[in-house]
């Protein structure tokens, strides 16, 4: 059973930056897809950006360019960094871990495993 936490949300100024961690246990690091989601209220989760460990990336077309997913073997921590923010980047952001590496895991049911959320808020 892979446990996930996530780290690092909190206040920040709109054009500011601020990095989230993803910190995994429980099973081989290396074996999951590392996934990022966020929630805003009265809103569905929706897909960030994710990272596999052939090195291919993808993001959602409202983060591109301003976000970057990287992802420590060595630490069994993935990472979301965030850059540009802006006020409709507020939400709980959630890593996931998936443990098939194929298509594009860009949904929430391609992910087997959950963190807890940590909130972001931007703010203008």
């Known amino acids: 059973q892979v446990r996930l936490e996530e780290s690092g949300g909190g206040l920040v100024q709109a054009g500011g930056s601020l990095t989230l961690s993803c910190r995994a246990s429980?099973?081989?690091?290396?074996?999951?897809?590392m996934g990022w989601f966020r929630q805003a209220p009265g809103k569905e989760r929706e897909f960030v950006a994710r990272f596999k460990w052939s090195g291919d990336t993808l993001y959602a077309n409202s983060v591109k360019g301003r976000f970057s997913v990287t992802a420590d073997d060595a630490k069994a921590t993935g990472h979301l960094q965030m850059s540009s923010l802006k006020p409709e980047d507020t939400a709980v952001y959630y890593c996931a871990a998936s443990r098939y590496s194929g298509g594009d895991a860009s949904i929430a049911g391609d992910y087997d495993y959950w963190g807890q959320g940590t909130q972001v808020v931007v703010s203008l």
């Open positions: 429980g099973g081989a690091f290396r074996f999951y897809t």
